[in-house]
């Protein structure tokens, strides 16, 4: 069974939205810390957003004020809301989530999204 399970990419227009989605198996359990991340072709994967006990909220500067992330209890799924999405957001965006009471880490497949100018 497939730890993380990633959905929503695409290619949209700049200044579109799209809707990322990533659900977890029920093989994962206690989690505390869910993230999306970002990684573009040459450059280090930086941290676009998290969410800690599904309450508090963190963006990274680039993103903040234009994505949203969420969690879903009752769905097992994190989602990223991206608006007013820019060229330079293309990348491959991963999601990951970590199990406070293992410490294990868990990483989607990750899935590509493309803003044309």
């Known amino acids: 069974q497939v730890p993380l399970v990633e959905a929503g990419g695409g290619l949209v227009q700049a200044g579109g939205s799209l809707r990322l989605s990533c659900t977890a198996s029920?093989?994962?359990?206690?989690?505390?810390?869910m993230r999306w991340h970002r990684q573009a072709p040459g450059n280090e994967r930086e941290l676009v957003a998290e969410i800690r006990d599904g309450v508090t909220t963190n963006y990274g500067d680039s993103t903040k004020g234009r994505f949203t992330i969420s969690y879903d209890n009752a769905k097992n799924t994190l989602y990223l809301q991206m608006n007013n999405l820019k060229p330079e957001d293309r990348s491959v965006y991963y999601c990951?989530?970590?199990?406070?009471?293992?410490?294990?880490?868990?990483w989607g497949q990750g899935t590509q999204v493309t803003v044309s100018s």
């Open positions: 990951s989530v970590r199990s406070w009471a293992t410490g294990q880490i868990y």
């Open positions: 029920g093989s994962i359990h206690s989690i505390d810390v």
